[in-house]
């Protein structure tokens, strides 16, 4: 399964360097101020090179182009990517190599996204899989911006079926290990004898009963109770520090 190819308008210097880094090719259009400008100058070899637009402009325009007052002085327009869902080989494959895998289920706010995205690339989790449910997050302008180059570190792929999906990673082998707000075990819980997979919901309604099901395990973060819950991005860098941990 994939999505339409629409372009991305990449703010800030990590995530543009981090995307030449990555995929120089996908860069269409680059855009940036006279002080940004010093940086970039590998950047617009490349393009001029590959016959593409880079050019310095005033900040108005810049912030036109960036459709934010947070650019950072430099905009790239960029290819979006066509999500795709992970085949059973690219699972068996994960598995043989204990790679961690980070699912989202009901996180419908872009900002979260990328904040999660961040802590992600931040831990080394390399597969970021999503939901393909209208509501769902995707990686657009706004998550790249809050992701600061962690959205270009990690792969996100989209599923049918999260629950589904998350069946399959047990079947392989994987502890699935859905964060719940209450009632789970402890963090320490988690089977270190396994490759692992953090599956997060969002923190009104959690993670939906169907996907809970699919899971191996669940954990809960301990607070003092003074406040119900973390924001999920939150919650995500605690629960993805403890089980990196255990690699």
């Not at 800030?12 to 120089?24: H, I, K, M, S, Y």
């Not at 950047?43 to 005033?58: D, E, I, T």
């Not at 872009?110 to 393909?132: D, M, T």
């Not at 009104?204 to 991005?233: D, F, K, M, Q, W």
Request: aromatic share 4%; charged share 25%.
């Amino acid at each position: 399964m994939s999505s339409a190819r629409d372009d991305l308008r990449l703010c800030g210097l990590p995530a543009v360097r981090a995307r030449f880094e990555r995929d120089p090719t996908s860069i269409q259009r680059l855009f940036f101020d006279e002080k940004t400008g010093r940086k970039v100058g590998a950047m617009c070899k490349a393009l001029a090179a590959a016959r593409k637009v880079y050019r310095c402009v005033p900040p108005a325009e810049l912030e036109k182009i960036a459709g934010t007052l947070h650019h950072g002085g430099i905009v790239a327009v960029v290819s979006g990517p066509a999500l795709r869902a992970p085949t059973p080989a690219d699972v068996a494959r994960w598995a043989a190599a204990r790679v961690p895998v980070l699912l989202l289920n009901r996180i419908g706010n872009a900002h979260n996204l990328g904040a999660i995205a961040r802590s992600a690339a931040f831990f080394g989790v390399e597969h970021l899989v999503i939901p393909a449910d209208p509501a769902a997050a995707v990686p657009n302008d706004a998550a790249h911006r809050v992701a600061e180059g962690g959205l270009e570190q990690v792969t996100v792929w989209r599923v049918p079926a999260l629950a589904r999906f998350a069946r399959g990673l047990a079947e392989a082998g994987y502890d699935v290990v859905a964060a719940a707000t209450r009632g789970g075990d402890p963090r320490e819980a988690a089977d270190r004898r396994r490759p692992w997979a953090l599956v997060l919901g969002n923190e009104e309604t959690g993670v939906s009963p169907e996907v809970a099901r699919a899971c191996t395990r669940h954990v809960t973060i301990a607070g003092s109770g003074r406040v119900e819950s973390l924001n999920v991005s939150v919650a995500a860098a605690v629960l993805l520090h403890a089980l990196s941990a255990r690699r």
